[in-house]
């Protein structure tokens, strides 16, 4: 296994470029962390190079993962100490830190198999929020996700690592705004449901077992007044006061829940 040692390597500074700045439209992910590479690989994402520290190496976990990245033909380098300090995006280095390459999905996955449930995130400029949205839509059982212009890129670092993987398996639909993705819905005969924190169906008492497509807005903001205006259902979260609203991610993840509790038993053909 080759060894990195200095700061000014270029597969470091290709990490440290990525980590900034994740071209629009690029394949190219950073992965920080020997869970998310491995999630990566179970994935299918191709795995390119990787930099894992002695510390790293030296355990069960690393040692593994380093034979896994190795069987799938990526390049893994041994990093010193002050190379992964540069390489990795975090304050406390994991000290695993990879580039991979993923492959566009279908649009059609994200809508299939029926009743299609996707999460579209509009305007969520936080990318920890985002992350957690695309995990939390998941593990409710969404069939997909968008996420519109305006909000933080899904596949940047700090999103991939609040997905905990689940950006790299969720089937995507990038590069949309919300007016867009609402005629996709529609084109596909699949209603779309707001949250709002002023007026609207009591979550609990809105039937959420058929298809749906869920806006999602941003913090502080919310969803434009035309987005609302022009969905089919307008959900509120019942709360108790003086609370008025709730974190996006929060927010998302009480209705896909709400939803994904309604649909038990019902079936997908």
């Not at 709400?258 to 649909?263: F, L, V």
Request: include cysteine; glycine fraction near 12%; charge should be neutral.
């Amino acid at each position: 296994m080759n060894a990195i040692t200095s700061r000014q390597n270029p597969i470091v500074q290709a990490c440290r470029d990525l980590a900034r700045h994740r071209p629009a439209g690029g394949d190219q992910v950073l992965l920080d962390g020997v869970h998310l590479i491995g999630e990566a690989l179970a994935a299918g994402i191709g795995v390119t190079t990787v930099l894992l520290a002695a510390r790293v190496l030296e355990t069960d976990e690393g040692a593994s993962l380093c034979r896994r990245l190795e069987r799938a033909g990526a390049a893994v380098y041994r990093a010193s100490d002050a190379a992964m300090d540069a390489a990795s995006p975090v304050r406390t280095p994991s000290g695993a830190v990879a580039v991979g390459r993923v492959v566009p999905r279908a649009s059609e996955a994200a809508w299939t198999p029926p009743p299609a449930l996707v999460a579209c995130v509009a305007g969520v400029q936080d990318p920890g929020n985002v992350g957690a949205i695309l995990r939390a839509a998941e593990a409710a059982g969404a069939t997909g996700a968008i996420v519109t212009d305006g909000s933080a890129d899904p596949l940047g670092w700090k999103a991939l690592r609040g997905s905990m993987g689940s950006a790299l398996r969720l089937p995507l639909l990038l590069g949309l705004d919300v007016t867009t993705a609402a005629e996709e819905a529609r084109r596909r005969g699949v209603p779309i449901a707001a949250t709002t924190p002023g007026e609207g169906s009591d979550l609990y008492e809105t039937d959420l077992r058929g298809p749906l497509l869920l806006l999602v807005g941003g913090e502080g903001a919310g969803l434009p007044d035309e987005a609302i205006a022009g969905a089919d259902l307008r959900i509120r979260i019942p709360m108790r006061g003086p609370v008025e609203s709730l974190n996006a991610a929060v927010a998302a993840a009480i209705v896909l829940f709400e939803a994904r509790r309604q649909r038990r038993g019902v079936a997908r053909t």
